[in-house]
Each structure stands twice: as structure tokens, then as C-alpha cells.
């Protein structure tokens, strides 16, 4: 499974980007998928994940700024981002995880996007 992520840029603080992950696969074969971040210096945090089931999770930083949603018919995963903060400014990566034969899961990482917030 190839993931492309795309949306980043430089933004305010307070404006809002829209990240876009497209799948090679169909995304209803994922048991879940999210978004991560990391800035430099710092270690990769989860940013909001998804369930095939529909659960959603954020980070405590970004609850109530934030949204994950899934396109299945475009094979996509997007994260919303509104109010956005210079703290937010990180390279972000998609992931996904699908389920194999038993107990096996398949990990897959895509390419990050740059997303800078300016004070």
C-alpha cells in the first residue's frame, strides 16, 4: 500500500489547512488509519487516528481544532485543521494499518507534508 500525502504549506496562526492522504488500496481494507507529526528535535506524536469502525482519537492538543474523516469512495483520508498554532508546525504523515492472516497486521507509512504555522 502506497500512501501520498499532500496539503501542507505556511499559514497564519488561526488559519485552517485541509491534508489529504490518498491510498493505492481501497481504505476500507484498513482496520485503521491517522495522522501523525513530528517537528524537529522532538519525537513522532499521534495526532488523530480512525477506526474501520468509525472511532475517532486526537491528541489532547488538538481536540476541538482538529478533525479525521474518510473518503472510502476516493480511497482517502483527510485531517482538517483549523486554529491552527506555531506549535502545530510539524512534517505530517499519514498511516495505516490492515489486518493479514491472523494475528498479523501490515504498517504502512507515507511521505509527510510540511504544514508551518507563522505567529
Known amino acids: 500500500v502506497q500512501l501520498q500525502a499532500s496539503g501542507g504549506g505556511l499559514v497564519q496562526a488561526g488559519g485552517s489547512l485541509r491534508l489529504s492522504c490518498a491510498a493505492s488500496?481501497?481504505?476500507?481494507?484498513?482496520?485503521?488509519m491517522a495522522w501523525y507529526r513530528q517537528a524537529p528535535g522532538k519525537v513522532r506524536e499521534l495526532v488523530a487516528s480512525l477506526s474501520s469502525g468509525g472511532l475517532t482519537n486526537y491528541a489532547d492538543s488538538v481536540k476541538g481544532r482538529f478533525t479525521i474523516s474518510r473518503d472510502n469512495a476516493e480511497n482517502t483520508l483527510f485531517l482538517q485543521m483549523n486554529s491552527l498554532k506555531p506549535e502545530d508546525t510539524a512534517v505530517y504523515l499519514c498511516y495505516a494499518v490492515r489486518n493479514g492472516k491472523g494475528w498479523t497486521r501490515y504498517r504502512y507509512w507515507g511521505q509527510g507534508t510540511q504544514v508551518t504555522v507563522s505567529s
Open positions: 488500496e481501497s481504505t476500507l481494507s484498513m482496520e485503521s
